[in-house]
């Protein structure tokens, strides 16, 4: 079944609808810690082709969604891995997994909203103005317990095409 195909080595697939309460589980943990938005289980399946995870037999560990917000850019969004599963690489793997979708989709760039931006910048991410972001991204924000006093850091990475094969004369 291809919804089941494994993206890359790391074990990253993209979620199928079994996954959606094990994603919901997950995000809703950190959400209540106050270190992402929260998510209803409606807008889990509403949102799930956009979403990527980690299994370890039928357990979602980790995931991490890719949302299009324009033609050139995309919101990382969702980003998690179980507290007693981190330091594994598994988040590093979902956003790696990310960029290869986003430049599969021909996208030049990505954004994330996160207060772990040391955990972006070594994956080739830096920070931005929150404000050179579209203004899409401020629906989200109007909904947040947090706003308007959010302190969440912007982040961006450019996609790089990849290099054409050369041609032998
Ligand atoms: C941020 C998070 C997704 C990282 O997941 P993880 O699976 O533990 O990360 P990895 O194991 O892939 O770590 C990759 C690298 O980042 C480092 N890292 C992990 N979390 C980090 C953090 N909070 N700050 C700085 N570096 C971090 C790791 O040490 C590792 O470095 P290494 O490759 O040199 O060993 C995870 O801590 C999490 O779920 N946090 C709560 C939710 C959250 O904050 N999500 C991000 C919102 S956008």
Known sequence: MPSSRPVDASGVVRATVRD???????????????????????????????????????????????????ADLAELKSLATAEDRQGRGYGRAIVEACHQEGRDLGLSGLFALTYRPQFFEPLG?????????????????????????????AMVIDLVPPAAPAVDA
């Open 125 to 153: 991410w830096r920070q931005a103005d929150v404000m050179t972001l579209p203004r899409k991204v401020w629906n989200e924000c109007y909904r947040c317990p947090k706003f308007p006093g959010c302190e969440e850091i």
């Open 20 to 70: 959606a309460e094990g994603i919901h589980r997950l995000v809703n943990f950190w959400a209540a810690q106050g270190q992402m938005l929260p998510r209803t289980l409606g807008e889990t399946y509403e949102n799930l082709r956009d979403f990527f995870v980690i299994r370890e037999g039928d357990e979602v560990v980790a995931c991490g969604a890719l949302h299009i917000t324009w």
